[in-house]
């Protein structure tokens, strides 16, 4: 029997959002590793399945990714239908590829399933339209967050013309404000942060560029968020309301 892991996107926390691919994937598994930021309620479409939590947040030590390679190796080369279940989808920010390039090498099957990446829902959530006709042309993920410490080209973030999305930004909207800014960014460029997108405890701040740092801290914006930066982020565009809806929450 060939090794193969599954590497399945979790959605972003409303269970409703998972994919029938997934599904299948969940019904058939053996084993499913599971990220931190999984909602377990998709736990309820696998038949016996051995659940492994692989992940930790809050400053807690993470699971070691070699660890995490080594296991899904082992359970496949056993035969086992192993689903490696992530946040989102697994291939933004979420190590999908590696886990797959990794597993690859190594001769195991890998299929990848895609799962709704959470700054495309917590901006519907929000009826936030990231791309919208005469008004932005694109579209641009990025994390604030870096391993090596590297830094972003924000001049070009700031002038693309597209609406950002940003993850894992909670703890960096000084930096980000500030190089916004910097690059030449309009102050009062609408933001929209969105905290547990899609989750039932969801909450939204809207601000601007100048307020958001400030405007953050008053709402006690908490991980996991992600920041919508740019002129679809001012209103209900999508309803076609040009009301200013600096609000706090909902
Ligand atoms: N692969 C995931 C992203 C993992 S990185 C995806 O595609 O969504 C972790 C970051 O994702 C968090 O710091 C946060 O910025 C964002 N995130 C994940 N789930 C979220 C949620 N439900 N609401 C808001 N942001 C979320």
Not at 102 to 111: A, N, Q
């Amino acid at each position: 029997m060939n090794a193969k892991v599954w590497l399945v996107g979790a959605g972003p926390g409303d269970p409703e959002l998972l994919t029938l691919k997934a599904v299948r994937a969940l019904r058939e598994a053996d084993v499913v590793l599971i990220d931190d930021l999984v909602n377990d309620a998709v736990l309820e479409h696998c038949n016996n399945a051995r659940i492994i939590p692989v992940g930790k947040r809050g400053g807690c030590r993470s699971t070691p990714q070699a660890f995490i390679h080594r296991l899904m190796l082992r359970y496949a080369r056993q035969g086992k239908c192993v689903v490696r279940l992530k946040g989102g989808d697994p291939c933004i920010f979420g190590r999908g590829g590696e886990e797959a390039q990794w597993l690859r090498e190594r001769g195991v099957e890998v299929e990848l399933v895609n799962g709704i990446t959470a700054g495309l829902a917590g901006a519907t959530q929000c009826d936030i339209s990231l791309t919208l006709r005469g008004v932005a042309r694109g579209v641009t993920l990025v994390t604030a967050h870096t391993q090596d410490g590297s830094s972003l080209n924000w001049k070009a973030l700031a002038q693309s013309g597209t609406t950002l999305v940003i993850y894992m930004g909670v703890a960096k909207l000084s930096e980000i404000r500030e190089e916004l800014l910097a690059g030449g960014m309009a102050a009062d460029t609408p933001v929209a942060m969105i905290e547990n997108a899609s989750l039932p405890h969801q909450r939204e701040c809207r601000s601007d560029l100048t307020a958001m740092e400030e405007d953050a801290w008053a709402f006690e914006l908490k991980s996991p968020a992600i920041l919508v930066i740019g002129a679809v982020a001012a209103s209900s565009e999508i309803s076609g309301l040009s009301t200013d809806i600096r609000a706090y929450g909902l």
